[in-house]
Each structure stands twice: as structure tokens, then as C-alpha cells.
């Protein structure tokens, strides 16, 4: 049983640029959610995606979205980069919606905006 | 909005002691999970305990043990026989029931002395 795993790792990127994310869920499990975890804070949730729509979302404005695919592994999209964008991105995922057993969660895509 | 407070940035602890984290939270809600999670270098969140609101008993998982005080609205973790690898970010998060998303506090780094 593979865990959630994020790519790339590490990225940077420039002001006013495009990025995306990837994440593939854990084997079983149909729901992936997204979280933002700036320096020294923790995580905020920005959307959670199931059977391939937005089921949810944070208060995180529209140049965040996202997709999730038939094999449930989903993107992140962010546009229009800003500085306070820098931040480590983590994908979660569950084996329902509305889960309550804890999520499993990918080792993050840490994201340098300059 | 729900919010999640941990009041200690920094805790430490000599190996085989016993430290405890606090965590506090504000709900209107009464059915609701709670979680404290570890955060290691590898960045990876990992679930650590999960407690039910409606049980009054508190989860135990090996030498990770939680006050939960629902009244109070407090969730602290206990980790006896405090070893090497329990260095670590620990969030304390909530969780409604069947709600999408886990409200994070800004964590405790946790570091024990050998």
C-alpha cells in the first residue's frame, strides 16, 4: 500500500508566474484535500476535491484551483503568483468524504515565490 | 469560525520523561474529533491520536496519551518515556463531523535532550 506522494518537492518560482502541484492519493482512498502551511504557522485548508469536483473550499481566492482525475489523484493551480504564495503545500487524502479517522498526508511541495 | 490555540511555541524534554502539550479550541459545535498530529523534517503530518467528543474516555496509543476536558474545550497530549524520534512540530487540530476540513493551531516544537 503506497502513501500519498507530492511532486516535485521542491519548486521556485517568479512573481506573477503559473504553478501546479501534483499529488497522488493513497491506494482506496477517493478524497484529496489541499492545505497551505506558511513558515511557522500551521496548515490552512484551500480546497478538498471528491469524485472529480470542488467539495469545499477555504478562504483562499479564485487563482487557487484545482482538479482531481478519475484515479483521484489531483492538481493543485495557483495563478498569478504572489509573494506570500511561499509556502508548503500539503495533499491529503481519506478513504471517504466527510472522513474522521485522520487523513494521510503527502511530505508537501514546498513552493519559493521570488 | 472555529480556532484552535496551542500556547507553548517550544517545548523540550529529557529522553525517558514525560512532557505535555496544550491545546485549547473554540466550538459551538458538540460532536467534533480532535487530533494531534507530528510534523518530523520530513514535513510529512503524522496522525498521532484522535478523540472522539462524545466519548468522555481518553484515546490512549502506546506512550501518547490525551486530556481531553470538554468543558474547558482543552485537549492536551501526554508522551511518556520521551524518546529521540518524538522530536518533532506538533499540531493539535479539529475536525466537525462530517465537515470536510481539519482547523490546524501554529503548532509546538518539540525537542528532547539525550
Known amino acids: 500500500e503506497t502513501g500519498v506522494t507530492q511532486s516535485p518537492t521542491h519548486l521556485i518560482k517568479t512573481r506573477g508566474q503559473q504553478v501546479t502541484l501534483r499529488c497522488s492519493s493513497q491506494s482506496g482512498h477517493n478524497t484529496v484535500s489541499w492545505y497551505q502551511q506558511a513558515l511557522g504557522q500551521g496548515p490552512q485548508f484551500i480546497f478538498q476535491?471528491?469524485?472529480?469536483?470542488?467539495?469545499g473550499r477555504g478562504n483562499f481566492p479564485p487563482r487557487f484551483s484545482g482538479l482531481q482525475f478519475p484515479n483521484y489523484s489531483s492538481e493543485l493551480n495557483v495563478n498569478a503568483l504572489e509573494l506570500d504564495d511561499s509556502a508548503l503545500y500539503l495533499c491529503?487524502?481519506?478513504?471517504?468524504?466527510?472522513?474522521?479517522?485522520?487523513?494521510?498526508f503527502g511530505s508537501g511541495t514546498r513552493l519559493t515565490v521570488v | 469560525a472555529q480556532t484552535v490555540t496551542q500556547s507553548q511555541p517550544e517545548m523540550s524534554v529529557q529522553e525517558a520523561e514525560t512532557v505535555t502539550l496544550s491545546c485549547t479550541y473554540d466550538?459551538?459545535?458538540?460532536?467534533?474529533?480532535l487530533f494531534w498530529y507530528k510534523q518530523p523534517p520530513s514535513r510529512q503530518m503524522i496522525l498521532v491520536i484522535r478523540?472522539?467528543?462524545?466519548?468522555?474516555q481518553n484515546a490512549t496509543e502506546n506512550r501518547f496519551s490525551v486530556n481531553f476536558q470538554k468543558a474547558a474545550k482543552s485537549f492536551s497530549l501526554k508522551i511518556s518515556d520521551s524518546q529521540l524520534g518524538d522530536a518533532a512540530m506538533y499540531f493539535c487540530?479539529?475536525?466537525?463531523?462530517?465537515?470536510?476540513?481539519?482547523?490546524f493551531g501554529t503548532g509546538t516544537r518539540l525537542t528532547v535532550i539525550p
Open positions: 476535491y471528491y469524485r472529480e469536483e470542488e467539495n
Open positions: 466550538t459551538s459545535e458538540s460532536d467534533y474529533y
Open positions: 487540530a479539529y475536525k466537525e463531523t462530517g465537515a470536510n476540513n481539519l482547523f
Open positions: 478523540q472522539e467528543a462524545y466519548k468522555q
Open positions: 491529503a487524502s481519506s478513504p471517504h468524504v466527510g472522513e474522521s479517522y485522520g487523513y494521510t
